[in-house]
């Protein structure tokens, strides 16, 4: 943190650039970067709740979905705190993958969310199951939701697996 302060403070004297250049200087001022730019995260995530309570509701007051969109957002939000928890745990140092994360938890965890939805919209339009109980219509849904929500969730743990071993730059 002084290497950086100190660069910053002699930088343009003399006609001299410094650019300080180590592990931990990046790691410092991508974490200054990121809680700095915090009021800009909480502004995204609330377009992403009102994006999501518009597309997922039928656009009527009856089915607004307020609920299920900030459940599921909260959902989103308590799965990355806990993983960067346990990352911090397992004494890994923040690092300029973190300064994504949010935006794909939110992007990954609202997927399923209007996948799901979108099957249940299909089962109670469906005028042939209209004599079905909630509860086997709930589980007709997740039958048919489970596959593409299993199949991306899969797909994710892969992709992030070969992601952990890529050296960045």
């Known amino acids: 943190e002084y290497f950086v302060s100190v660069c910053n403070e002699e930088n343009g004297k ?6 300080p250049l180590s592990g931990r200087s990046f790691n ?3 974490f200054e ?6 009021y800009k995260m909480m502004i995204g995530y609330l377009i992403m709740f009102i994006y999501t309570m518009l597309m997922l ?13 900030g459940m599921g957002i909260l959902s989103c939000l308590m799965g990355l705190a806990s993983a960067m928890g346990i990352t911090f745990l397992l004494g890994l140092e923040y690092n300029q993958t973190h300064n994504v994360l949010p935006f794909i938890a939110i992007g990954i965890g609202i997927d399923d969310m209007f996948v799901i939805t979108e099957c ?11 004599s079905l109980s909630i509860q086997e219509k709930m589980g007709r849904t997740m039958r048919h939701a489970g596959v593409s929500v299993t199949v991306t969730s899969i797909t994710d743990v892969l992709a992030f697996s070969l992601g952990a071993f890529t050296i960045m730059p």
């Open 28 to 30: 410092d001022i991508s």
């Open 120 to 130: 249940w919209y299909n089962i109670i339009s469906d005028p042939s199951l209209a």
């Open 33 to 38: 970067a990121v809680f700095f730019d915090a």
């Open 57 to 69: 509701g039928r656009m009527n007051w009856l089915e607004i979905r307020l609920y299920l969109s």
């Open 14 to 19: 003399d006609g001299v650039e410094i650019r």
